[in-house]
């Protein structure tokens, strides 16, 4: 008897496991279908304006279908897992491009970095007892921490890079990066507080405080 109650007992277990794997599956399904679709109508379009791949690379609709998977993924707390930037430039050749448009990208990453960031200092501020003259400090250098979080964020690869001819001798290259959102945060965050120690004279703690850093 007992043998026999382990046994529906395990199967129970088992088919209820089952049962959650089922559940959560048509969330997954929903969301690789729409980045699917989004691909499509997307590559759809870009090729009929003259936009294609490098001989070599990843299929346009795989590369896109990828970076509408990176735009629809979020975290537990429901915010948006990725940050995201394009950059577009034209050039003679398609590496002087290339650089380019990374190159934009980067800094169009760094100001949503920057932004939100200062956010959340603004916030923060209020609550760690400053004087005008640190608060205003704070606020400077926050303001002029873009190009500091541009060059430290780490090497990234484009998830799509597309281009078409523009006129006889010039290639136009559109490009999309993202990075981790928490990644990013967390490095600019220690960038604007080594900058702060330089510059300002704001006690350690309350610089952590301020930034949110352990």
Excluded: C
């Excluded at 034209?90 to 100001?111: C, H, I, M, R, T």
């Amino acid at each position: 008897m007992k043998k026999q109650f382990i046994l529906l007992f395990s199967f129970l277990l088992s088919f209820g496991m089952a049962s959650i794997s089922f559940a959560q599956q048509p969330d997954l399904k929903k969301k690789d279908l729409k980045a699917m679709k989004e691909a499509r109508k997307q590559g759809k379009k870009m090729k009929k304006d003259g936009w294609d791949v490098a001989p070599g690379a990843l299929p346009l609709e795989k590369s896109l279908e990828r970076s509408w998977a990176m735009l629809l993924d979020y975290n537990e707390e429901g915010k948006k897992k990725y940050l995201d930037a394009d950059g577009n430039a034209v050039a003679e050749s398609k590496s002087a491009a290339d650089l380019q448009a990374l190159e934009l990208a980067k800094l169009n990453l760094a100001g949503q970095i920057e932004t939100q960031v200062a956010a959340l200092i603004e916030a923060s501020v209020a609550n760690q007892q400053l004087t005008r003259e640190e608060a205003a400090s704070v606020t400077k250098v926050v303001a002029g921490s873009k190009n500091m979080i541009k060059n430290v964020i780490n090497e990234v690869d484009p998830v799509y890079k597309v281009y078409r001819e523009v006129g006889r001798k010039n290639v136009e290259v559109q490009l999309k990066i993202f990075y981790d959102r928490d990644n990013a945060m967390n490095g600019a965050k220690k960038v604007i507080r080594n900058k702060l120690e330089e510059e300002t004279n704001i006690i350690h703690e309350k610089l952590d405080n301020i930034l949110d850093l352990k």
